[in-house]
């Protein structure tokens, strides 16, 4: 399936979930905000979460500093 990550065209298997998105992003282990076709994906739902074809995922991570 193709979908749109942060406005660029990413292919994943069907039935990629966005744990399956973030894990391929090597984004895992950050602490991530996940947006998926304007709707907030909370972190406890990100295994169950399944992403279709043509969604619109954006996701957002902090940084520190000062």
């Known amino acids: 399936m193709n979908i749109q990550l942060n ?3 990413r292919q994943l298997p069907h039935t990629a979930t966005v744990h399956d ?3 391929s992003e ?3 282990e950050r602490r991530v905000a996940v ?3 304007g709707e ?3 972190r406890s739902q990100h295994a169950s979460h399944g992403l ?3 969604d619109v995922v954006e996701i957002v991570h902090a940084l520190g500093g000062g």
């Open 7 to 9: 406005g660029e065209n």
């Open 21 to 23: 998105l973030l894990l």
């Open 26 to 28: 090597q984004l895992l």
């Open 35 to 37: 947006e998926v076709n």
């Open 40 to 42: 907030i994906v909370t």
């Open 52 to 54: 279709c074809d043509g």
